[in-house]
């Protein structure tokens, strides 16, 4: 059916069509057969890769391949990336949650040593009695045990009325600003259930074996002639560096640390805040606006997506509408290579075009976009509407500050003329002059090096999805939120 469903932006490009032998839309999904190991997969590769139909043009150096490679835990692409990002930040939380634990064991610990100290006349009795030393370590090991068990159950009871009151929370949210709706339903696991048994068992044989080993080495004699008498002068200094007074010591050692991850994590939260985007965001709406299961042309989506922008435009309270195929923190990103118009082609045997120039993140515009995002125009001019919808117009380009300074470092980019890497040089048709220069702003939050940007008109750039962006005249939240339903209808 993708072919029938397929939008006017994919047709235009020919990736409708999934009998077309470079058609890449379509992504294979695998599970290895149990037993079979990934490296004795990628061996049975290339045979498969023969048996594929070869495509008009296809020789030795354009032959196709297979690859195979786990995927990403955040990511859908046939390319998986790695995880890096993520445990960068989930590496310090499980520390500091491991900390809290650990923290916890400690304390139960200590009081575990009070209370055999409290017990050791019971104990001493015990052992007068005839019982053995093995059996009084079993004893307080089987309460260590018990207390371990209930405090995981209890935990577990916990997390579980956790997931559901943060689940509930998030739905909430999603619901009251957008219509759509979170489909996730966290079910117990049998690995977590046996993990966290592990760590009871762990803790009880941790923390609670030293103050059993201590309680069963007592001197019955004297133990039951001086219980509650108080110590010797003798024994001050040893009682300072006793069991109680370490675990007492590693407890305030490892708050400290939680207390400084704390802070730390909340002044970069504040810092995180204060970061200049480039952009405003507070007083704006966007709009995704996607024609994929819309059988129309590719003028058919440019009058459609015309028509709504004046209609938002009309809204009260308006103060701007524009339309782009991308949005800054919208995590998709389109880029190609640019490179002044003048460059000259590579030589033979040189690198390849599409690895000359500049990677730059590229994005086709309705007029207005800079106006509704508050992106300032450091100079020149926005696209006309005319260069916005008539694919015969003369090609322009609006590029920010920092692409124009990698691209013309020695002169005013304004006015020259760029093109993509692997176009004919010297063809006017082919390259584009540079009408405008915006500011900076931000793509991702992470985002550490200034991201080079290049802006076509909209009929340029066609894509399936793109964004409406809607300014308010009046920023206040309340306002922007009641804006909502009229947007939607």
Known sequence: ??????????????????????????????????????????????????????????????????????????????????????????????????????????????????????????IALRLALGATRGRIIQQLLVEGLVLALLGGALGLVLSVWANRAMLASLDGAIRSSSNATLSLRPELDATVLGLTFLACAAATLLFSLAPALRASRLDVVADLKAAGAAPAAGDRWNRFFAGRHLLVMGQITLSVVLLFSAGLFLR????????????????????????????????????????????????????HAAISTQAPMSNTENSRRVLPASAP?????????????????????????????????????????????????????????????????????????IRYAGDAAGKDAASMEIVGIVGEHRHEFLQVEPTHRIFVPLVQAPRSTTYLHTRLADGRRASVVGALAAVRR
């Open 268 to 319: 970069g939260a504040l810092k995180a805040g204060t970061i200049p985007l480039g952009f405003a965001s507070h007083d704006s709406l966007v709009t995704v606006i996607d024609h994929t299961l819309r059988n129309s042309s590719p003028a058919e989506t440019q009058q459609s997506l015309a028509a709504v922008r004046a209609r938002i435009s009309a809204l009260p309270g308006v103060s």
């Open 345 to 417: 082609l590579p030589a033979p045997g040189a690198a390849a075009p599409a690895e000359r120039g500049t990677r730059a993140l590229f994005a086709g515009l309705s007029p207005g976009y800079f106006a509704a995002l508050s992106v300032p125009l450091l100079r020149g001019r926005d696209f006309t509407e005319n260069e916005a919808r008539d694919e015969r117009a003369p090609r322009v380009a609006i590029i920010d500050a920092t692409l124009a300074r990698q691209l013309f470092p020695e002169g005013d980019a304004l006015g020259q003329r």
């Open 1 to 122: 059916m993708y072919s029938h469903l397929g939008s006017a932006a994919s047709r235009a490009s020919g990736h409708a069509d999934l009998h077309r032998p470079d058609n890449f839309s379509l992504m294979l999904t695998g599970r290895l057969q149990p037993g079979l190991s990934l490296a004795a997969a990628r061996l049975r590769l290339p045979a498969l890769a023969g048996q594929l139909p070869r495509g008009p043009g296809a020789d030795a150096q354009n032959a196709r391949e297979l690859s195979i490679a786990p995927p990403s835990r955040f990511s859908n692409s046939a390319e998986p990336s790695d995880n890096t990002e993520v445990a960068v930040l989930v590496t310090p939380l499980l520390f500091m949650a491991g900390s809290v634990l650990l923290i916890a064991c400690l304390n139960l610990a200590n009081m575990l040593l009070a209370r055999g100290a409290a017990r050791s006349k019971e």
